[in-house]
């Protein structure tokens, strides 16, 4: 015990007879001596935990520590393939780096491991021999991985299983990162920065064609969305969520101003290097030190890993070629370095008054597989020798194709059943919070907890306590691929998402005491043209969630998506509809979105925003943007229907008057954002697109619509054949004929 105090052993402590000890002048039974030592035993920990690493002092502190985890012992088993590997030898140290904060009240820590991913109960271990050696609670121990690819294995996952040396090595260190950041403790003040990034960072998972669907490992043709699958742009409809550009700084100085700390956070998946080696993480700590305290021992800058499922650094929009942007990791590390230190030079600092942890723990259950599944599993484990104890071939080999590694992990998916996942947030001062989930969280899901933070600045940091695989949002499970496919490393049930995602947020309202926000733009000028021109419905589409679409309009009409819709994709003319920031779409993907508008009479307008991702000539039609019919009748029966034909040109269907007809003039580019107006008028109707009225848009009608026929479908038809595969937005429906100057004005003409 340090301090030089001698404390109670446990079996001094268990032992309960009539033993004499003075206290307060008499003699304690030994149930009641019990319970004095271990209160003194608790006392004496406090005291020494506050002399030995300062978490007594009133004021606001901050300590830091780095230290080198790289392994001392080689080969090691290195993870994050399909299958397993060792390395014996090392391009790069690997690192803890750790900052402790203080308020005298409370205290916590932040460690960031170059690992690619932690299993909870080695981190829990590390907390609790930390927690009892520092007096910090474990619930106020944040420990992450920056999911480099080239670190030494300390979890199995897919093929690759956990190398045992190197993991009790680990979770020494683990310890040793703790104690010295609590112990160099000092008066300091913090400050937030953070800039755009989005050169840095890109989608890496696409939507596949409907009609290139692509097999999974257990022999079935579901895969939709996979990623990489942009390398061939001609497979694709399109990218499948929203990136995250932000580099966000959490920035720590002395109370004289001397550099104490950065914490970095960044949404890229990794950027891939020679093992044993820290990736672009590691690069970045040690880059950022130099330049902006190099000779400061104590100072230790830090990148943790933001919300990268489904990123990564190549930006397939601009090019499906992954070499057209390649760059080293040295220059890609220095341009990222470059932004940092502009972001840092703005920050300024202050001194919190008060800061503030919570911690949920959460049972999940794992996605299992039926019986046909388990015995497909066993018959490919059988060939690979024998049945496996806890998913381990005793005697055989590892596995080696994807069907062995993925029969492997439904073996072990069965026996485990369920799994404890852990979910932190914690708040600095009033303005900065830091949420985190134990998964690889695609981006979209760390933008839903930013935007629905209470406090203006919030970090959100994945694969911290534990390594619980990738938590697609439900949407995207029903497209399939890598992420989705059940593995210990995409393993958690269906609902995981939102109820990680939700627990997030309710942790951001415990610790600052306030409720969740909305942060997503108000109405730009061109949204609010529309609101003017009193639209019977105006579904903006920026929901992060289905199956709600809610109506910006007063009249409070709700429309629903189908499940196969994703969202926060890109939309039109951020500058004219979100105040300059981001405008978000909806991506629909064989599915649609429903709207029933009791009552709409003939006579009425429908404008919206489209994007197609399909190319032309690869169906009979290339897909449908607007119907208005009866749910599976025949177009042909009744109703008004706007597409694209295999052409690429702009065709409708008015019920039983007209057939479908092409519109000349009408050339729809793909990847492109395009304005409809639908008009109809007495016994006419007017097809405008970008503003300009068609030339076969004027077509006299024999009769009007049913009376009943009251539902809209967008991004399809009624009959739900040939529906858009792209991007809709900014939809509104209007109970007249618009004017040919309000639609030119709606298409921002």
């Not at 080695?122 to 907390?127: E, F, G, H, N, Y």
């Not at 993480?281 to 230790?300: H, T, W």
């Not at 080999?397 to 029969?407: I, S």
């Not at 619509?705 to 040939?722: A, E, H, Q, S, W």
């Amino acid at each position: 015990m340090a301090c030089g105090v001698r404390t109670p052993c446990d079996a001094e402590l268990r032992e309960n007879t009539y033993t004499p000890a003075r206290a307060a002048g008499f003699l304690l039974p030994g149930e009641l001596r019990f319970r004095y030592l271990r209160i003194m035993r608790g006392l004496l920990l406090l005291l020494c935990s506050g002399l030995l690493y300062g978490t007594t002092f009133a004021e606001f502190q901050a300590g830091t520590a780095i230290v080198d985890i790289t392994p001392k012992q080689l080969p090691v088993l290195v993870n994050g393939g399909m299958r397993s590997r060792s390395v014996d030898t090392i391009n790069r140290p690997i690192n803890a780096r750790s900052v402790a904060f203080a308020d005298g009240k409370e205290t916590l820590v932040i460690v960031v491991a170059d690992s690619c991913m932690m299993p909870r109960d080695l981190l829990d271990k590390a907390k609790h021999i930390a927690s009892e050696k520092s007096g910090v609670p474990t619930d106020r121990i944040l420990i992450s991985a920056t999911h480099t690819h080239s670190a030494p294995s300390c979890m199995g996952a897919l093929g690759t299983n956990a190398d045992p040396v190197y993991s009790l090595f680990l979770t020494k260190k683990l310890v040793e990162a703790i104690l010295k950041s609590v112990k160099n403790l000092q008066p300091a003040r913090i400050g937030w920065g953070e800039i755009d990034a989005g050169d840095y960072t890109a989608l890496r998972r696409w939507v596949i064609r409907p009609d290139r669907i692509q097999e999974d490992p257990f022999g079935n043709f579901t895969v939709r969305a996979n990623m990489h699958a942009a390398t061939n742009w001609d497979n694709v409809i399109g990218p499948s969520g929203p990136e995250d550009p932000m580099l966000s700084l959490i920035s720590v100085e002395t109370i004289d101003g001397k550099p104490l700390s950065v914490l970095a956070n960044f949404s890229m998946h990794y950027f891939s290097d020679e093992a044993i080696s820290p990736d672009y993480f590691g690069l970045f700590s040690d880059g950022l030190k130099e330049r902006i305290s190099p000779d400061n021992d104590a100072f230790v800058a830090m990148m943790s890993h933001g919300c990268s499922g489904d990123i990564w650094r190549h930006d397939y929009e601009k090019s499906p070629d992954r070499k057209n942007n390649a760059t080293t990791i040295e220059e890609y590390t220095s341009d990222m370095i470059d932004l940092a230190i502009v972001a840092h030079r703005d920050i300024s600092y202050e001194v919190p008054e008060s800061i503030k942890m919570a911690e949920t723990r959460m049972t999940l259950a794992y996605r299992l597989p039926d019986q046909e599944r388990l015995e497909w599993a066993d018959r490919i484990i059988n060939e690979m020798v024998g049945r496996p104890t806890g998913g381990l071939p005793p005697g055989g080999r590892l596995p080696q194709t994807k069907p062995e590694v993925y029969a492997r992990e439904q073996i072990i998916l069965n026996e485990l059943q369920q799994t404890e996942v852990v979910v932190q947030a914690l708040r600095i001062g009033s303005n900065i919070a830091i949420a985190t989930t134990p998964n690889e969280t695609y981006a979209i899901t760390g933008l839903k907890i930013k935007n629905a933070s209470p406090t203006p600045h919030t970090m959100v940091i994945e694969l911290a306590n534990g390594g619980d695989g990738y938590i697609p949002p439900p949407e995207q499970h029903l497209l399939g691929g890598y992420n989705t496919w059940p593995a210990r490393s995409a393993g958690l049930e269906v609902e995981a998402e939102p109820k990680i995602t939700e627990t997030a947020i309710q942790l951001l309202e415990t610790v600052t005491g306030q409720d969740r926000t909305d942060r997503r733009p108000g109405h730009g000028p061109a949204a609010e043209f529309v609101l003017s021109l009193k639209p019977r419905a105006y579904w903006r589409l920026d929901e992060f969630s289905g199956p709600i679409a809610v109506d910006a309009s007063p009249n409070h009409t709700t429309a629903y998506y189908e499940p196969r819709v994703l969202f926060q994709l890109d939309g039109p003319h951020p500058d004219e509809f979100s105040e300059g920031k981001r405008n978000q779409a909806a991506h629909f993907v064989d599915d649609r979105l429903v709207a029933h508008l009791p009552g709409l009479r003939n006579d009425y307008t429908v404008s919206l925003w489209f994007w197609n991702g399909m190319p032309i000539n690869q169906r009979e039609d290339t897909g449908w943007i607007f119907s208005r019919g009866r749910e599976n009748a025949p177009p042909l029966s009744a109703g008004d229907h706007v597409g694209i034909n295999r052409e690429g040109l702009l065709t409708y269907i008015r019920g039983r008057s007209l057939g479908k007809a092409p519109l000349e003039n009408s050339s729809i580019e793909r990847w492109t954002w395009n304005h409809l107006a639908y008009v109809r008028k007495g016994k006419s109707t007017y097809i405008f697109l970008n503003g300009t009225m068609l030339p076969h848009g004027f077509k006299s009608m024999e009769e009007g619509l049913p009376k009943d026929l009251d539902t809209l479908y967008f991004g399809g038809r009624c009959d739900n054949v040939d529906n858009l595969e792209g991007k809709l937005d900014e939809i509104a429906v209007f109970e007249r004929a618009l004017s040919s100057e309000e639609i030119k004005k709606l298409s921002l003409r």
